[in-house]
């Protein structure tokens, strides 16, 4: 992923974050992003995942949406992710701007399941 996309997905996560808690506004998220684009590099070696879907473990894709996802709830305050609401808008935004960064997404055999 480039330093464009990337950022453009940060900024997105951000942004989801603070229109999700409740202090939004006055959260620092400086020191948590810059945590987040590190756990990032591993997802960029291609050699720890799958290049198609049909290898069975998960594809670069999905990594980016776990981890983002995953970015999302540990900043909301304890109990959000419980909420089904709450975890549908984030796996919506987060597939929205995975794609954004990466392209058209295929449907995840593990993440998009109906």
Known sequence: MDERAL??????????????????????LAPSRAEFVAALAAIDDERSHDLGPSQGSLTREDALRIR?????????PPGMFADPGVRREIARTVRALAEAALGPLAASRYLDRA
């Open 68 to 76: 983002s996802s995953k970015f999302v709830a540990s900043l909301l």
């Open 7 to 28: 950022s453009d997905l940060c900024d997105g996560l951000e942004a989801l974050i603070r229109r999700l808690h409740p202090d939004g506004p006055r959260l620092d």
